[in-house]
């Protein structure tokens, strides 16, 4: 798998894709691509948020802490991104992620990730409309939840 | 130092100067008879004056002498001569007038080796001289005494001063001698003429020193301006921080061209004022003959005067202005080194230094310190006149554990200040048992006392260097040396007055330290550094070491075995991916291209980096193997990308200094190598070639994941490396040391020779994991203390810069530490580190210090009740109270040995 095909992965993450391409092309390329072991932990819950990872190959589970011990809420599969929140709001990591198989991910650090959205404005308005949407999703599930 | 330069020369070289005057007048008179030998030559033997009466035969070699009338004339033969013909004779003459020229050189080449040795000592001497006095320094004059300006003068200002000394004396003698000979052969002829040539030359001595004396002042100016540019511009190197900091480059420039300014304008006064004088002096020379022709032409036109007479006079003066000119020159170099030598004694001036530095040593006078310490009547002013202490006074019973509790002012520091004798500027007395603190010798003082303060200063050199620096009191003279050499760097030190000791003895001391060797007082250090929490640091600095199989033996001998454990370690726990060894049959796709193809680490700067693409030996090579293009090609496909993705960040952008192949200013360089190729300009030029080279050597698939590499091309650099290998050693280039899996690789750091392979870039978290399991295998095989050893080693660079604050400070520590002082005083020491730190580092030298006194100065009393006396400072008054119950003195259980992080592995 070359940068070529990394660049092909960015693509298909929502978030990116409006972004131009040689920029995803300097976003993989200052990015590290990094193999976990089945059940070795991205990170865990509580840690500082250092980087963002692209699922390349594989999948990996998110799972919470609570009183009862760790649980899984969701799994992730290819392209998913994943650890973004924490570096944009700088708050420690909401959930432990795990490798849920061998899998490959493309590691994006957060200093780097802050520099490319300071010195490119364009990618920020990619971000920026990616966050709106979302958060206009959660508005429509809120209403739906509140009429229901 | 001596007011005069003259007597400073004169006192220490008197005896060389009269030898070499002795030499050179003995000199003269081979040197008058080789002038007079080609006269006789052509006279005597090619036209035959000798045989003139139609003898057949002349005498050769006839030593007689003519007594001068006065005593009676006749002549006193001394050798007859023999009895030669015309050939004979010519020949003769000529091996004379050639005994007479090789005997000429060998005088010339004698006299000026020696006035060169002379000078050279003389500014040894000088120099040593000077440097003694920069010890002596007083604080007073420490503060306004800047380093690089006494740096400038012992280097630079002393240079000519030294190339004068061998002409000091021996210039004058001589030229005088000939101008006085000239001048008495033409008062003789004629005393009037004698007179005119006489006055002129008064009033050439009188008028031309009066102009220099100008030239004088300004080469003065001179001297202190450039001095005071060497000083400013190591200024703002040191403070370079403050002028990044406020942009303040403008006016940094503007000062320093305005100083070079200044310099200009000194220097064109100089040149004119010096070619004015030189014309003046000419004209005045050329004054001399107009009198001889107008009067002398004359009188003898009146017939007062013989014209044979006046012919004679013209040609004697004819040999007078040579010498003249020469003593006038010599006259003006004596009077501009004096001036140097003013300049530099006034720096050296005696009431900014201190007293002379007592290396004596009295054994019964350093006994330990301790006893009953009393100070009574202290009293001590600020910068400002204010009396920060006034009529202090304590008693405290040594060994004791003292907190000085500052008040927020200055008192605290100054009283620990004055306590570890850094500071004698205070009124009152301070006792110890019987001893006068401030009578103390410095042998005493700097063995038995330790001060530690806010600013750690540490030398350049290594770590080791510098915590045994306390140690270094003395030469104890256990280093063999050759015995010629020794004698001779002995009996040159002895002749200009330096040091007899000489730094490659053994000046550390192990026995009094209670340690056997450098092993074990190794082994001290490691302890003293591991406790005060240094630990970590120095067995990474270790791993990045490099070994000298001479110095650490025996781990070289077990590196290898290390090398094996480590490796199986990974297979069994099932880590084998994350590191890529280095094998000599198989690509390493962790390494750069660069690696693979040597396949050994670079020994000199033409093989490192960019360097070996412009490499003739490593070219040959791949053009050999016929990767020359191949390698090419791969540069243009990282160009382009480079240039595509980086297009459009800023200059300076610390992405490009961390990510790209290509610095931002050669961006647009490859830019033009691209566009040049895409028009089709045919071949690309050979230093296009050359920098496209250069990029693919520093790629690394595993991390760049440019995909360049595929199987058949890793194959092809794989057969290279024998290749290269072959070139490189028949080429007889030491350049690159090669890796053997069975050998050591002294040029490469320690823990890639541990390793012996690259961790891999793709494995998650595999750096960390890596560095926890060669610590497990270092601790197993029992190679930790050998690895910190070689951590010692680590060069803290100009001022301890490449240290940390933190560890700058621990150094500083140690080395306080480990010379077991009687009285440790801690001012400030503990200001890098965060407050839980210097906790635990005070409890440590509490714990440490039990038969030994410590003085600490604390922010407030929060931490003080662990001392057994707290003193406080009020209205000038010192208060000294005692702790109730004083901390208990029974030695706390040992802790637990200090867990050590694995650390990173990179």
């Known amino acids: ?113 802050l520099e490319l959205l300071a010195q490119f404005p364009q990618m920020s308005l990619a971000i920026m409309r990616e966050l709106a949407k979302r958060l206009e999703r959660t508005n429509a599930q809120l209403v739906a939840q509140s009429s229901s | 130092m001596e007011k005069s330069l003259f007597r400073y020369i004169w006192t220490h070289s008197k005896r060389d100067q009269m030898i070499i005057c002795a030499v050179v007048l003995a000199s003269l008179p081979f040197y ?374 500052s008040n927020g002012g200055a008192a605290a520091s100054l009283l620990a200040r004055i306590l570890a004798r850094r500071s004698l500027e205070f009124s009152g007395r301070i006792r110890i048992g019987e001893r006068d603190l401030t009578q103390l010798p410095v042998y005493v003082t700097g063995r038995r006392i330790a001060y530690a303060g806010v600013d750690p200063i540490l030398f350049p050199g290594s770590i080791r260097d510098n915590l045994v620096y306390g140690l270094r009191s003395k030469p104890l003279g256990r280093q063999r040396e050759d015995r010629q050499d020794m004698d001779r760097r002995i009996a040159e030190a002895l002749r200009t007055g330096n040091p007899i000791e000489s730094i490659s003895d053994q000046w550390v001391d192990y026995e009094r330290l209670g340690v056997k060797d450098e092993d074990e007082l190794d082994r001290i250090l490691l302890d003293l550094l591991d406790k005060v929490g240094m630990g970590d640091t120095i067995y990474l600095f270790g791993l990045a070491g490099r070994i000298d199989p001479e110095r650490h033996a025996s781990l070289a001998e077990r590196l290898v075995e290390a090398r094996h454990r480590l490796r199986d370690t990974f297979q069994s726990n099932g880590m084998a991916d994350l590191v890529e060894p280095f094998d000599p049959a198989r690509y390493n796709s962790q390494a750069t291209i660069a690696e693979n193809l040597l396949f050994g680490v670079p020994i000199s700067d033409e093989f490192r980096g960019r360097n070996l693409a412009d490499n003739a030996q490593f070219r040959s090579a791949i053009d050999r193997a016929g990767m020359t293009d191949d390698l090419v090609g791969m540069g243009l496909q990282i160009a382009e990308t480079m240039t595509e993705i980086f297009e459009g960040l800023p200059p300076g952008h610390s992405l490009f200094e961390q990510f790209s192949f290509i610095g931002a200013d050669e961006l647009t360089e490859f830019e033009a190598i691209l566009r040049r190729r895409s028009r089709g300009e045919g071949n690309l030029k050979r230093e296009d070639r050359t920098r496209l080279l250069s990029l693919p050597l520093a790629y690394i698939e595993a991390r760049h994941r440019l995909g360049l590499l595929d199987e058949a091309m890793t194959g092809r650099i794989v057969e290279a490396r024998g290749l290269v290998r072959e070139v490189l050693e028949k080429s007889g280039s030491a350049g690159v040391e090669f890796y053997d899996p069975e050998g050591i690789c002294t040029a490469a750091p320690l823990r890639d020779n541990l390793l012996f392979g690259r961790v891999s870039y793709q494995v998650a978290n595999a750096r960390a994991r890596v560095g926890e399991a060669v610590a497990a295998v270092v601790r197993e095989l029992d190679l930790q203390e050998e690895v910190d050893r070689v951590g010692l080693e680590y060069q803290v660079g100009t001022a301890g810069r490449l240290l940390s604050p933190q560890e700058r400070a621990s150094v500083n520590l140690v080395r306080c530490l480990v010379k077991r002082p009687d009285i440790l005083v801690i001012d400030g020491a503990f200001a890098p580190f965060d407050e839980a730190r210097s906790q635990q580092l005070m409890q440590l030298l509490l714990d440490m210090f039990d038969q030994q006194s410590l003085f600490m100065v604390l922010p407030n009393d929060r931490q003080a009740g662990d001392f057994d006396v707290q003193m406080r400072f009020r209205d000038g008054q010192i208060i000294t109270d005692k702790t109730a119950a004083p901390a208990s003195r029974a030695p706390s259980p040992e802790p637990d040995a200090p867990q050590r992080i694995a650390g990173e592995v990179a």
């Open chain 1, 1 to 113: 798998m070359t940068l070529e095909t990394e660049v092909q992965s960015l693509r298909q993450v929502p978030m990116f894709r409006d972004v131009d391409p040689a920029r995803l092309k300097l976003l993989a390329f200052t990015s590290e691509r990094v193999q976990f072991a089945d059940g070795q932990r991205f990170f865990s819950q509580g840690d500082p948020s250092d980087a963002a990872y692209v699922i390349l190959d594989g999948r990996a589970s998110v799972l919470l802490n609570t009183p009862g011990g760790e649980i899984q809420v969701a799994e992730l599969g290819g392209n998913a991104l994943v650890g973004e929140m924490g570096i944009l709001s700088d708050t420690p990591r909401s959930a432990t992620i795990m490798a849920a198989e061998p899998t490959t991910a493309l590691r994006i650090d957060k200093r780097v990730f």
């Open chain 2, 32 to 405: 008058f008879m080789s002038l007079d030998l080609p006269r006789q030559i052509v006279n005597q033997a090619i036209q035959g004056e000798a045989f003139r009466d139609g003898n057949a035969t002349a005498p050769f070699l006839n030593l007689s002498f003519d007594w001068p009338g006065w005593l009676g004339g006749g002549s006193w033969e001394i050798f007859k001569g023999f009895e030669v013909g015309r050939v004979g004779l010519l020949m003769g003459l000529s091996f004379i007038f050639l005994f007479f020229v090789i005997v000429n050189g060998a005088f010339k080449y004698w006299i000026n080796v020696s006035k060169g040795v002379l000078g050279e000592r003389m500014l040894r001497r000088m120099r040593f001289d000077l440097f003694a006095m920069v010890l002596r320094f007083t604080p007073d004059a420490l503060r306004t005494v800047k380093s690089s300006e006494t740096a400038t003068i012992v280097k630079d200002e002393v240079e000519p001063i030294g190339g004068f000394i061998g002409d000091a004396f021996i210039t004058p003698v001589f030229l005088g001698t000939q101008a006085i000979t000239a001048l008495v052969f033409i008062m003789v002829q004629n005393v009037w003429l004698g007179l005119i040539a006489l006055s002129v030359i008064a009033v050439q001595f009188t008028i031309i020193p009066r102009l220099r004396r100008e030239l004088l002042r300004l080469g003065k100016q001179r001297q202190l301006a450039s001095r005071q540019l060497a000083g400013r511009i190591a200024e703002v190197l040191d403070g370079i921080e403050v002028v990044h900091v406020h942009n303040a480059y403008g006016w940094e420039r503007a000062e320093i061209g305005h100083r070079l300014f200044n310099l200009f304008s000194i220097r064109l006064k100089i040149y004119n004022r010096k070619f004015f004088v030189k014309t003046l002096n000419n004209f005045l020379a050329q004054l001399t003959p107009f009198f001889f022709y107008a009067i002398g032409g004359y009188f003898a036109l009146r017939g007062t005067l013989d014209i044979g007479q006046l012919v004679a006079v013209i040609a004697a003066y004819r040999e007078l202005p040579p010498p003249l000119k020469e003593l006038i020159d010599w006259d003006q170099q004596r009077l501009d080194v004096q001036v140097k030598y003013d300049q530099v004694t006034q720096h050296f001036a005696e009431d900014r230094l201190g007293p002379m530095i007592e290396m004596r040593e009295v054994a019964e006078a350093d006994q330990p310190l301790i006893g009953t310490l009393v100070g009574e009547e202290i009293r001590v002013a600020g910068p400002h006149g204010d009396l920060i202490l006034e009529g202090g006074a304590f008693t405290v019973e040594l060994p004791a554990h003292v907190a000085l509790i």
